[in-house]
T-cell receptor, first 114, second 111 residues
Framework: DVKVTQSSRYLVKRTGEKVFLECVQD?????MFWYRQDPGLGLRLIYF???????EKGDIPEGYSVSREKKERFSLILESASTNQTSMYLC?????????????FGPGTRLTVT | GNSVTQMEGPVTLSEEAFLTINCTYT??????LFWYVQYPGEGLQLLLK?????DKGSNKGFEATYRKETTSFHLEKGSVQVSDSAVYFC??????????FGKGNQVVVIP
């Protein structure tokens, strides 16, 4: 069974802290994605990576950075967390093969910044 | 640009009722279209997809037909169950394997 796992289901951090969200996939997928999900706004793409050490900004990259040192792992970093980054964060992965490009999602991390 | 529009607001209906969730899209070319479902406390799962005009995707009693002339991909189910209560997202595939999502519709099925 295909699997995308995220390091935490719930996380509470203080304003100004550095926050790491980890995502691991076991499907040997080339592409990995970070979204945030907010009520009334749907899913918005923060960053994605199409290969190891490669990354591309999504629609809302401000305040975030990412790291992909290994194919199976994609990290989202909040350098200095702020209250407006309180949200649900979803990681996803997909194959580069155009015939199999649907994205597979992890369970999400609900981050609260106080 | 590439975007998806879903009907506004939650959908509440009784068990065994007919469900329709509207989805229209704006895109260059003919993108593949998807419906994803998110059950409470979980991530998104692919529900169904269609890759070209007039294709019908189907799964778990849900159906959606890719209509190029109306740029639509409406989701339907003939008889919903309480277990269908979830959030449903329409999405289109574009560019370098990206997906553009609609805002989602909360569906609540009452016994």
């Amino acid at each position: 069974d295909v699997k995308v796992t995220q390091s935490s289901r719930y996380l509470v951090k203080r304003t100004g802290e550095k926050v790491f969200l980890e995502c691991v996939q076991d499907m040997d997928h080339e592409n990995m994605f970070w979204y945030r999900q907010d009520p009334g706004l749907g899913l918005r793409l923060i960053y994605f990576s199409y290969d190891v050490k490669m990354k591309e900004k999504g629609d809302i990259p401000e305040g975030y950075s990412v790291s992909r040192e290994k194919k199976e792992r994609f990290s989202l970093i909040l350098e200095s967390a702020s209250t407006n980054q309180t949200s649900m964060y979803l990681c996803a992965s997909s194959s580069r093969d155009q015939a199999r490009y649907e994205q597979y999602f992890g369970p999400g991390t609900r981050l609260t910044v106080t | 640009g590439n975007s998806v529009t879903q009907m506004e607001g939650p959908v509440t209906l009784s068990e065994e009722a007919f469900l329709t969730i509207n989805c229209t899209y704006t895109a260059t070319g003919y993108p593949s279209l998807f419906w994803y479902v998110q059950y409470p406390g979980e991530g998104l799962q692919l529900l169904l997809k269609a890759t070209k005009a007039d294709d019908k995707g189907s799964n778990k009693g849900f159906e959606a037909t890719y209509r190029k002339e109306t740029t639509s991909f409406h989701l339907e189910k003939g008889s919903v169950q309480v277990s269908d209560s979830a959030v449903y997202f329409c999405a289109l595939h574009y560019g370098n394997n990206r997906l553009a999502f609609g805002k989602g519709n909360q569906v609540v099925v009452i016994p």
